[in-house]
């Protein structure tokens, strides 16, 4: 056989050889692409209708001892979410309910890191705790505005309230009603710190959360259930891909929500369940 021939099929081989490494490495590529776009979607929405088993990248470890934020003792930023753009055409019939949701998500929810391991400390955790607390002994008389609207004000003041003393120093508890934040845009309210997005934690403004429980449940940083601590968001009973509870934790077992019949604040053990998400809206810190 003439060399060149050889030359020729040796070139082909290589050809093809480069061919498969791309493709290897093209669809190994995309598939972490597809699985971080359904972790971002599952902490934003909740766990995926159509799997029996809701995929997470938190771990398993036990829990944390040391309240221990990452180097530098603060919490980092999530980033712009990359799937911010993403769209589903209105006549897309591979896309289900579940999906739809997710993408109308993306366009405000913040980026998702691996679900954080460290508890969280700090002034503003604690004054969410007391905070929280403090209204057990005052809703005998209950709101009765239902369970989620009242649940999504509870959470809105008390958050609302322990961020501002992360910047202040102060804890303002009383027995009175937690306070609510105003509807403007801060304006006018000199000793209040600026106010930012709900998603972003840090310590230099005031968190303001949205008042409905799905554009909540979108807000902060996803936590690993080993590592909740007081202030933390949990969601929980998903129907329809968005929370239908929520509640602020006290501890890491327990948290405090409002009775679905009454409007009254209770305190209940933190469900065990597979649909349970966890987010910090407080960062670490004072």
């Not at 027995?175 to 230099?204: F, H, N, T």
């Amino acid at each position: 056989m003439p060399i060149w021939v050889w030359v020729v099929m040796g070139g082909v081989g290589v050809v093809l050889v480069l061919m498969m490494v791309l493709l290897v490495v093209i669809g190994g590529a995309t598939s972490a692409i597809a699985s971080d776009l359904h972790y971002q979607c599952d902490s934003a929405v909740g766990p995926d209708p159509s799997q029996t088993v809701t995929p997470s990248r938190a771990t398993t470890a036990a829990r944390p001892t040391a309240k221990r934020a990452p180097a530098g003792g603060t919490t980092s930023t999530p980033t712009t979410n990359p799937y911010a753009e993403l769209t589903i055409a209105p006549d897309d019939t591979h896309a289900s309910e579940w999906d739809r949701a997710c993408a109308t998500a993306m366009k405000y929810a913040p980026r998702q890191d691996p679900a954080l391991l460290y508890v969280n400390g700090g002034i503003g955790v604690e004054c969410a705790r007391q905070l929280a607390l403090a209204q057990l002994t005052t809703s005998g008389a209950g709101n009765g505005s239902g369970s989620r609207a009242g649940a999504t004000e509870f959470t809105r003041s008390v958050i609302y309230q322990a961020s501002a003393a992360q910047t202040t120093g102060r804890c303002a508890t009383t027995e009175a009603a937690v306070a609510q934040p105003s509807v403007g845009d801060g304006a006018g309210q000199p000793s209040v710190p600026a106010r930012r997005a709900c998603g972003q934690l840090g310590e230099a403004s005031v968190v303001v959360l949205p008042n409905t429980i799905a554009a909540q449940a979108a807000c902060g940083q996803r936590v690993d259930p080993v590592a909740v601590s007081p202030g933390d968001l949990v969601f929980w009973n998903f129907r329809n891909n968005a929370p239908t509870q929520v509640g602020i934790a006290v501890s890491d077992t327990r948290l405090v929500t409002t009775d679905a019949a009454t409007g009254d604040v209770i305190e209940l053990t933190i469900p065990s369940t597979n649909d349970v998400r966890v987010k910090r809206v407080l960062g670490s810190g004072m």
